[in-house]
């Protein structure tokens, strides 16, 4: 059973950058579609973006919301995916979530995800 752990959170400025990490130790971690939740305070945890398990084509997707703001990328020699978020806005405020299936297809439910880490706080100021 894959284990998920989290970095890279923490308070910026709206406009700013952050890169969350999501290390996967336990599993095979290219057999894993990885996917980035968040959850604000009082709404539902969101899809943010999911990418592929290796050994398909590259495949990636993002939420309208984060769309030429956020890249997910994975590297299979280090067992981590990474979110890489640029010009963050305060509604980017939330706690950011990674998560792991071995679905093939790309998954955006969360409920599609058995396997999670524990959360890290992102706050963008205005």
């Known amino acids: 059973q894959v284990q998920l752990v989290e970095s890279g959170g923490g308070s910026v400025q709206a406009g700013g950058s952050l890169r969350l990490s999501c290390a996967a130790s336990g599993g095979t971690f290219r057999s894993y579609a990885m996917g980035w939740f968040r959850q604000a305070p009082g709404k539902e945890r969101e899809f943010v973006a999911a990418i592929r398990r290796s050994g398909l084509s590259t495949y990636s997707t993002h939420a309208d919301s984060v769309k030429g703001r956020f890249t997910i990328s994975r590297d299979n020699a280090k067992d981590t995916v990474y979110l890489q978020m640029n010009s963050l806005k305060p509604e980017d405020t939330a706690v950011y979530y990674c998560?792991?299936?071995?679905?093939?297809?790309?998954?955006?439910?969360?409920?599609?995800?058995?396997?999670w880490g524990q959360g890290t706080q992102v706050t963008v100021s205005s």
């Open positions: 998560a792991a299936t071995t679905a093939a297809a790309i998954k955006t439910a969360a409920y599609e995800y058995p396997y």
